[in-house]
């Protein structure tokens, strides 16, 4: 008797281990960048800086999915000459007092990661968005953008609920 509930119990923890696991790894793998590099993107990033400047940050670096994927220069190269400057992840460095820093000038800046993107109807998609270093203001926000004559705008954003939708 004792034996088998061993075994039982054993199999029980097995599965709860195991369905984690499962569920953990696929939500921190790399993402595939071509999905996230689009007009949509890039009109949304150019929105939130928009909304951002009040917060006076002086470089915002862009990362995609929850593995912090890097977009491809290609795809910074489109906010060259943008102030405040945009750059990838990859171009910061972590401060022990939890500061992000630009490498190349030394300027603190706001990590934009932009979790998922999911079509609502043709033409308009939710966008979930985390600022993991934002000081103020809400670190995860849901954005509704929609196409208006070829450019991507934000209409609305509510805080985020549950990002795996």
């Known amino acids: 008797m004792k034996t088998t509930l061993r075994i039982l119990f054993s199999l029980a923890l097995l599965a709860v281990v195991g369905w984690w696991g499962l569920a953990h790894y696929r939500h921190h793998q790399p993402v595939a960048v071509a999905e996230f590099e689009t007009d949509l993107t890039a009109g949304l990033v150019q929105g939130i800086i928009q909304e951002l400047a009040a917060d006076e940050s002086s470089v915002y670096f862009i990362t995609f999915g929850e593995a912090q994927t890097e977009p491809s220069p290609g795809f910074i190269a489109r906010f060259a000459g943008q102030f ?61 953008v929609f196409d208006q004559d070829g450019a991507w705008t934000i209409k609305s954003r509510l805080p985020s609920r549950d990002t795996n939708l």
Request: charged share 20%; hydrophobic share 35%.
């Open 84 to 144: 405040p400057p945009v750059r990838s992840l990859e171009s910061s460095v972590h401060t022990p007092n939890g500061l992000i820093l630009d490498t190349a000038s030394g300027r603190p800046g706001v990590i934009i990661q932009i979790l998922r993107i999911k079509p609502v109807i043709p033409g308009t998609c939710d966008v979930w968005v985390t600022f993991p270093n934002r000081r103020a203001g809400p670190k995860d926000l849901t954005y509704r």
